[in-house]
Structure formats: structure tokens, C-alpha cells
């Protein structure tokens, strides 16, 4: 057993376990795992299932990946989670395989999941993501690059969240964020751009103005959906940033996270 396995940990021969990566004291790897170059895994982690994990991770303690789903349908068929490079998990984050045959939840690089996050069965989560503490996503959730989730919060199954989003705090998310935006809210509205993270990103401030003149289109001029977008089409600068917020608000099955939302949510209840 290589000297960066702590003898203390629970490893399966049939892992397969890059040589220079490190393995904590009373970890549990299992039969299916993957583990890449640099990973280290800290003490008291599970990694079980049909788990894949790339190189230069830091999986810190108590942290348990590959977890059958919590999903009442699922009977131990084989699913699987796939994490790529660069990755950043703290103490106690969870993340379930898939809840279909051959399906998979699949982080991507240079992510980074604070204390007590969950990402559940099925979700795709992009690249350079940040999920501060006890943030949840529920199943077949998707989140695109370089968004923010702040903490405490809770993402209804199969809710979209665009590139370059901010969701804020103790938030309740039901229906899709559209890119470039923040949110907030019992239940989570728009509350504008989020300038910061458009420079942060290097989107310039041209970029900026046309990604303004669509938000204001969809959210500010008393338009349904459609006839924004279709103004949006004629009216704002065809640049790649707002080619994807037209898709992604296209691409909606959910419907879009509007400002009316919150007045029938709180209606309903």
C-alpha cells in the first residue's frame, strides 16, 4: 500500500488510485473509485458507487461522494458521479450518484463547495462555481459556469441557473435564473445585473450595456416573455453574451424567475 494511504484507511483493491494521491485516515474508497493525480482525500470520507474524480482536488474530511440517490425509485443500479479537475470540497458536502441506469451527476473544474453543501442525483454543475454553506440542489438541477450560490438556500428539481448568476442568501429557487443576473428572494425574483461578476469575467462594458438593455426588455417593460425576447432580437447588439441569454430563456421548461413570481407563490400559499 502506497505511503500517501493512511493505514487507517478502508480502501478496495479494485480502486483505482493515482500514485501521488493522498488518502486520510479512516477514509472508505470503494470497488468502482477513481481517483486522479494530486487528489487528496481527507479523514473520515466516504467515496463509494461508480465515482470518478480528477486531478488536483481537495476533498477535506467527512465529505461523501457516490451516495446512492435520494430518490425513492432507485433500486442499485449502476450510476454514476463524474468530478473533473481542480475541485474544492469542504467538510460534510455531499454528492449522489445518478438515479437512472448509466446516468450521471457530473461536476465540472474549478469548482469550489463550501461547508454542508448537497448536489443531488442527476445535476450537471458546470465549471468555476461557487456554493457557500448548506446550499442544496435538489435532482437533474443544472448550473452554468461561474455562478454564485450563496448559503442557506434551497433549488427546486430541475431548475436551470444561467453562467454568471448570484442567488442570494436563504433563498427559495423554483423556476430558472437567467444568465447574468442576480437573485433573491421567498421565492428568488430578479434584482438586477450582476455587474460584478460580468468584470470579474472579463465581459466588457459594452457587453454590459447590451446584457442591461435585454434584462430591461425581459423584466422591466411590462412585455410577456415572448414579445421581449422578440424585441430583444431586433433592438439589442447580437453578441454571443446575449445569443445565450436568448437560448436560455428559449430553453425553458420551468419558466423563468420574473419579478411577478413572488406575489402568486405567496398567493398560493
Avoid at 222 to 242: C, F, M, W, Y
Wanted: charged share 25%; hydrophobic share 35%; net charge neutral.
Amino acid at each position: 500500500m502506497s505511503t500517501r494511504i493512511h493505514n487507517t484507511a478502508v480502501v478496495h483493491p479494485n480502486a483505482e488510485i493515482a500514485e501521488d494521491a493522498e488518502i486520510g485516515p479512516y477514509a472508505v474508497i470503494g470497488e468502482f473509485v477513481k481517483i486522479g493525480s494530486r487528489t487528496r482525500i481527507g479523514s473520515h470520507t466516504v467515496i463509494e458507487g461508480w465515482t470518478e474524480i480528477g486531478k488536483n482536488c481537495d476533498i477535506n474530511h467527512s465529505v461523501v461522494i457516490g451516495a446512492p440517490p435520494q430518490d425513492i425509485h432507485y433500486k442499485g443500479q449502476r450510476a454514476f458521479v463524474k468530478i473533473g479537475d481542480n475541485n474544492v470540497l469542504r467538510e460534510f458536502v455531499t454528492i449522489h450518484r445518478a438515479s437512472n441506469e448509466d446516468g450521471v451527476t457530473t461536476i465540472g473544474n474549478g469548482n469550489y463547495f463550501m461547508t454542508y453543501c448537497h448536489v443531488a442525483h442527476d445535476c450537471k454543475v458546470g465549471n468555476n462555481i461557487i456554493m457557500a454553506n448548506n446550499a442544496g440542489l435538489s435532482g437533474h438541477v443544472e448550473v452554468g459556469d461561474n455562478a454564485v450560490i450563496s448559503g442557506l438556500l434551497g433549488v427546486h428539481q430541475f431548475v436551470r441557473i444561467g453562467t454568471m448568476c448570484m442567488v442570494g442568501g436563504m433563498s427559495r429557487v423554483l423556476r430558472d435564473i437567467v444568465p447574468y443576473i442576480i437573485t433573491e428572494g421567498h421565492t428568488a425574483a430578479p434584482r438586477g445585473l450582476n455587474v460584478i461578476g460580468l468584470r470579474r469575467n472579463g465581459v466588457g462594458s459594452e457587453t454590459r450595456s447590451e446584457i442591461k438593455k435585454a434584462y430591461k426588455l425581459l423584466f422591466r417593460s411590462g412585455l410577456t416573455t415572448q414579445e421581449a425576447l422578440s424585441r430583444i432580437k431586433t433592438e439589442v447588439r447580437d453578441t454571443k453574451e446575449i445569443q445565450e441569454f436568448v437560448r436560455f430563456v428559449e430553453g425553458s421548461k420551468r419558466g423563468i424567475a420574473r419579478p411577478e413570481i413572488i406575489a402568486e407563490e405567496e398567493t398560493d400559499e
